[in-house]
């Protein structure tokens, strides 16, 4: 129960809502900032729902998209650093 409250805490809210002033910040349009946090969150949901049935489990997933989750918000503050 715990990984999914710090799910909530993540960042990747903050990602989703900011997205078009972030990546208009990193001189990428804003749209196509949108539609790169859309498109990359349903491959995330498509790729977890098609590992699911072949007994991953629920944490398994929900550990492994936290740590991918986490490389992936550092490296989107490395790149919007420079």
Known sequence: MLIAVFNQFSGINAISIYSTTLFANLGVSATTGSI???????????????????????????????????????????????
Do not use: D, W
């Not at 977890?48 to 997933?61: C, D, N, R, S």
């Open 36 to 82: 790169v946090v859309g498109v990359s969150q349903v491959l995330g949901c498509l790729l977890g729902g098609a590992l699911l049935p072949f007994g991953f489990g629920y944490k398994t997933l929900m550990v492994t998209a936290e740590i991918v989750m986490g490389v992936l918000l550092l490296l989107t503050a490395i790149f919007a650093e420079k």
